[in-house]
């Protein structure tokens, strides 16, 4: 596709149970990031891969978030027992490459829900 | 770390300019960035500045920083309804990679 592209648009999920998000990002795109938007906050960084390696993951609140991207394209979020203040919006974006000056692409975001 | 705060919410009138604030508390900040965001929709990038300048136009948008107080403001002009969204000023961190984001103005702009 043209954009980045998450999926699920909308997860809704129990307390404790294991959830993926999904994330395609733009084609050739080399550098990939994780973020998660509270209602009414700004965009948090979690995670941000470069190629298949994880460059910085220093913003996963604690480890049950992780996630891979074996093939240097596709990107997972995993979040294990999940519980209710997971419930956000995850957003992806890519770019060409990593730097201050390459536009990052966001998608529209993954919507988790924890009930 | 990085500390990124906006203004939460304006309002204006059709064809009216409008100006965004933001702080940020690193100095060593080298590119600031203003996303909009549509109800439903993701993050869409329409400028950013880097640190050693103080001005950039864009058609209707100007940006300006003062890095001295570590301010930055959008200015839209002639402001259309279209415009309405939430806006977040975003820093980079020093290894370039990754963003801090405000927490977001809410434009509304009314005819």
């Known amino acids: 596709g043209a954009g980045v592209s998450q999926t699920p648009s909308n997860k809704v999920t129990e307390k404790g149970k294991y959830v993926e998000l999904r994330c395609d990002p733009i084609?050739?795109?080399?550098?990939l990031y994780w973020y998660r938007q509270s209602l009414g906050q700004g965009p948090e960084f979690l995670i941000y891969?470069?190629?298949?390696?994880?460059?910085?993951d220093s913003g996963l609140p604690n480890d049950r978030f992780f996630a891979v991207r074996p093939e240097g394209s596709v990107s997972t979020l995993k979040i294990q027992r999940t519980e209710r203040g997971d419930s956000a919006m995850y957003l992806c974006a890519s770019s060409l490459t990593a730097g201050p000056n390459t536009e990052a692409f966001f998608g529209q975001g993954t919507r988790l829900t924890v009930v | 770390g990085e500390d990124v705060e906006q203004s939460l919410f304006l309002s204006v009138r059709e064809g009216d300019s409008s100006v965004i604030n933001c702080t940020y508390t690193?100095?060593?900040?080298?590119?600031l960035y203003w996303y909009k965001q549509e109800p439903g929709a993701g993050l869409q990038l329409l400028t950013y500045?880097?640190?050693?300048?103080d001005m950039k136009q864009d058609q209707r948008l100007t940006v300006l920083l003062n890095k001295k107080d570590k301010h930055l403001s959008l200015r839209i002009a002639d402001t259309q309804t279209g415009d309405s969204a939430i806006y977040f000023c975003a820093a980079t961190n020093s290894g370039y990679s990754t963003l801090t984001f405000g927490k977001g103005t809410m434009l509304l702009v009314s005819p």
């Open positions: 891969f470069q190629g298949t390696g994880a460059a910085d």
């Open positions: 690193d100095s060593s900040s080298t590119y």
């Open positions: 500045i880097f640190s050693n300048m």
């Open positions: 084609s050739g795109h080399t550098a």
